[in-house]
């Protein structure tokens, strides 16, 4: 997982650094010169700090603190931290986590760890706990996840949004910093229950539209497996999950009631219907017929234009 520098020279910083105001909120008393080497996107309450050229001034200062939270997120194993008297390499593809209270120092290296930090505004952060009936407490420095790519995603178009700087920007880090901070929440404290399910939902309802557009030619379980990206042991037992039907019922289901309204209309022969609801020949449509509805296809139609007539 890589980011894509922003658009500016990391080497370079200016006295005015945009930002600093909201950038020192969440850090500390850092400087433009500690920051010299790093990409950053910051709203009021999230900042996002990417070191790219060198190591963080601040980060590499000694027993220092931050108002805000701080979630680092790991991509190798050449991040350092020093806390509680240890020295700590975090798994890459985790996010570690320090509270705003908790002295630490990121090591210094001739080499440039890939991580990025997370600050979120206390306060704020406790505001959204409380959404999932938690306290602040519940979190603790030390605490780990795994890094999942909807956090990257999110990471990744907060900054973009930030370097773009187009009109209403401020609206979508607005929008951003709630995103990134109850994905946070949620992978820390695997509130994913739903997700998959949903994900799974989404599955079947393709596999759905693509039945009801083509159920006039072959269609295989394994072709439908395949549109809703699934194996196809996997997707018959979704598919049966979610409409309570094998998939090869679903689809004879479909075709008979396309048949009977064919025959209600009374415009074409039983082989043409047989052949346009996509059965391979009209004594198989004639046994499925008849053994689903308990009369004939030729009876159905006489039946019902009988009917009409009265």
Not at 109 to 130: H, K
Request: proline fraction near 3%; include cysteine.
């Amino acid at each position: 997982m890589i980011f894509r520098l922003l658009n500016r020279e990391s080497a370079i910083y200016f006295s005015d650094m945009k930002d600093l105001d909201k950038i020192r909120a969440l850090v500390g008393c850092i400087t433009a010169e500690q920051l010299k080497y790093v990409d950053y996107a910051v709203s009021d309450r999230v900042g996002v700090f990417m070191p790219v050229a060198g190591q963080c001034g601040y980060a590499i200062t000694k027993k220092h603190t931050h108002p805000a939270w701080s979630f680092i997120f790991c991509f190798d194993s050449r991040c350092r931290i020093q806390f509680r008297g240890e020295i700590l390499v975090p798994d890459p593809s985790t996010v570690f986590v320090l509270s705003n209270s908790e002295p630490h120092q990121e090591l210094p290296s001739d080499t440039v760890a890939r991580y990025i930090a997370v600050l979120i505004n206390t306060q704020f952060l406790q505001q959204q706990l409380s959404e999932y009936n938690l306290a602040l407490d519940a979190l603790s420095s030390g605490m780990t996840c795994k890094i999942n790519q909807r956090l990257v995603d999110a990471l990744k178009e907060f900054m973009t949004d930030y370097e773009e700087a187009a009109p209403g920007f401020r609206q979508l880090l607005d929008a951003g910093e709630l995103k990134i901070t109850h994905l946070l929440i949620r992978q820390l404290f695997g509130i994913n229950r739903n997700s998959t399910k949903f994900l799974f939902r989404m599955s079947i309802t393709r596999a759905l539209e693509y039945l009801n557009a083509h159920y006039g030619k072959k269609i295989s379980v394994e072709d439908l497996a395949c549109v809703a990206n699934l194996s196809t042991s996997h997707f018959s037992r979704v598919f049966k999950e979610q409409t309570s039907m094998s998939p090869i019922e679903y689809i004879m289901m479909i075709r008979l009631d396309c048949a009977k309204r064919m025959l209600r209309a009374n415009e074409k022969t039983l082989s043409e219907i047989a052949l346009d609801c996509g059965f391979n020949s009209s004594s198989y449509f004639y046994q499925c017929f008849t053994r689903e509805f308990n009369i004939s296809p030729s009876d159905y139609r006489k039946n019902f234009l009988a009917a009409e007539k009265k």
